[in-house]
Nanobody, 116 residues
């Protein structure tokens, strides 16, 4: 049974930091590219960060570049998103996603709220 379980969300003040984690099981994690997406209130789901299966290449949306860092530990089947200098516009539900064509798996999401 494939599972992606996100954790680490919560309420944080502007300028603060959070670290999201995604624990994967039920598939060959090290063969899959991993991504973090988010969906803010009244908005569509957008790609935030992406990391290749071996962790050798990363991609970031312009809106988070320099503030967020994606990383993975294949031996532990986990991917993380370190979020620094958080802004109110980062408020969203954050989702973990695994890709290896033609398969795509999604987690259930974790809520991040940035507010004073």
């Amino acid at each position: 049974q494939v599972q992606l379980v996100e954790s680490g969300g919560g309420l944080v003040q502007p300028g603060g930091s959070l670290r999201l984690s995604c624990a994967a099981s039920g598939f060959a994690f090290s063969l899959y590219a991993m991504s973090w997406y988010r969906q803010g209130p009244g908005k569509g789901r957008e790609l935030v960060a992406y990391i290749t299966s071996a962790g050798t290449n990363e991609y970031y949306a312009d809106s988070v570049k320099g503030r967020f860092t994606i990383s993975r530990v294949n031996a532990k089947n986990t991917v993380a998103l370190q979020m620094n200098s958080l802004k109110p516009e980062d408020t969203a539900t954050y989702y973990c996603r695994a890709d290896r064509s033609p398969a795509t798996f999604w987690g259930q999401g974790t809520q991040v709220t940035v507010s004073s």
